[in-house]
């Protein structure tokens, strides 16, 4: 498979732990956004980088939030003292840089945080 | 204020109709426009974009700008029941970020 994948799939924790997820993107593609979505809504930006670089972060998204792509392959996102409301499917996209409309999205993490 | 607002539907068309998708965006900047389709459990895929004002068509799909009047929609033609999902628009803004609408739920009949 040499689309977009996401581990793990889904994820319940209680409120107060750590999480973090990974995503692996298109090789080729040295971009990787990082987005949330909850019932009813649509994606919602929270960064992005280009190969290791992360050049764009939300202004909706905490400090409990942290992003990582090291290597310019492979990125972690990380929420610590999760609550309730980051309850949420967590989505990675990936792209070419001059083709930014051009997303390829994984499935998804689906967290719950009890 | 929303920087992408769509109407979240559902809106029901029956099957072999055309299906009339609307958008507005308050962001000015903003270049180009995108259309997304998820099906219900799935990740969101593209389905046609869209940077200059006019009409652009591919297959059963028409995406239509207007810059002036800060809207963008997505018409599609023979409506089939496999169409039936939500369909995001989106909006290319500063820093190259793309901002998504909440989505419109079409549900083609049989």
């Known amino acids: 498979d040499t689309g977009v994948s996401q581990d793990p799939r889904h994820k319940i924790t209680k409120r107060g732990q750590n999480v973090t997820f990974r995503c692996d993107p298109i090789s080729e593609h040295n971009r990787l956004y990082w987005y949330r979505q909850t019932l009813g809504q649509g994606p919602e930006f929270l960064t992005y980088?280009?190969?290791?670089?992360?050049?764009?972060k939300s202004r909706l998204l905490s400090d409990r939030f942290s992003a990582e792509r090291p290597k310019g392959s492979f990125s972690t996102l990380e929420i610590q003292r999760t609550e309730q409301g980051d309850s949420a499917m967590y989505l990675c996209?990936?792209?070419?840089?001059?083709?930014?409309?051009?997303?390829?999205f994984g499935p998804g993490t689906r967290l719950t945080v009890t | 204020q929303k920087e992408v607002e769509q109407n979240s539907g559902p809106l029901s068309v029956p099957e072999g109709a055309i299906a009339s998708l609307n958008c507005t965006y308050s962001d000015r900047g903003s270049q180009s426009f995108f259309w997304y389709r998820q099906y219900s459990g799935k990740s969101p895929e593209l389905i046609m974009f869209?940077?200059?004002?006019g009409d652009k068509e591919d297959g059963r799909f028409t995406a239509q700008l207007n810059k002036a009047s800060q809207y963008v929609s997505l018409l599609i033609r023979d409506s089939q029941p496999s169409d039936s999902a939500t369909y995001l628009c989106a909006g290319e803004g500063g820093y190259q970020k793309v901002t998504f609408g909440i989505g419109t739920k079409l549900q083609v009949i049989p």
């Open positions: 869209i940077y200059s004002n």
């Open positions: 996209a990936s792209s070419f840089p001059d083709r930014v409309h051009e997303q390829y």
């Open positions: 980088f280009q190969n290791e670089a992360q050049l764009e």
